[in-house]
Every structure is written in C-alpha cells, then in structure tokens.
C-alpha cells in the first residue's frame, strides 16, 4: 500500500519512498535503509515522526553491532 502525505512546503502529494540514508547520533553516522516522505510536486523529502524515530533506533542497533 502506498503512503500519501500533503507536503508541507507545496502542499502537493508526496509519497513514501525507501532508501539508504545517512543517519547521525553524536559524532558518528551509520547509513541504513530509511523510509521517508518525497513531494512529487517540490521533490521536498521529509519524515514523518514515526520514520524518524524508526531511523534512529535502526541506526542506534547498527552501531552497537559494529560495537
């Protein structure tokens, strides 16, 4: 199923994409899959709290893996 949002910059349809992002905590960066919000209008890529927070904590057990 696809996720759509209003985007809040244009308020065109912006839709879910998935990819590899670079995500930072501190001083260091781990890079994992991400999901975010994408206007097809602006091209405006955003992330809904939920995808933030999901980032973050896949980015938090990458590094303590590597750890």
Do not use: N, W
């Not at 930072?24 to 992330?47: L, Q």
């Amino acid at each position: 199923m696809t996720r759509i949002e209003e985007c809040h910059v244009c308020g065109g349809e912006a839709t879910l994409v998935r990819s590899p992002t670079e995500i930072r905590i501190g001083e260091r960066v781990a890079t994992v899959k991400a999901e975010r919000m994408r206007c097809s209008e602006c091209g405006t890529e955003f992330y809904l709290p939920e995808q933030m927070s999901t980032a973050q904590r896949t980015a938090a057990d990458q590094m303590r893996t590597e750890d």
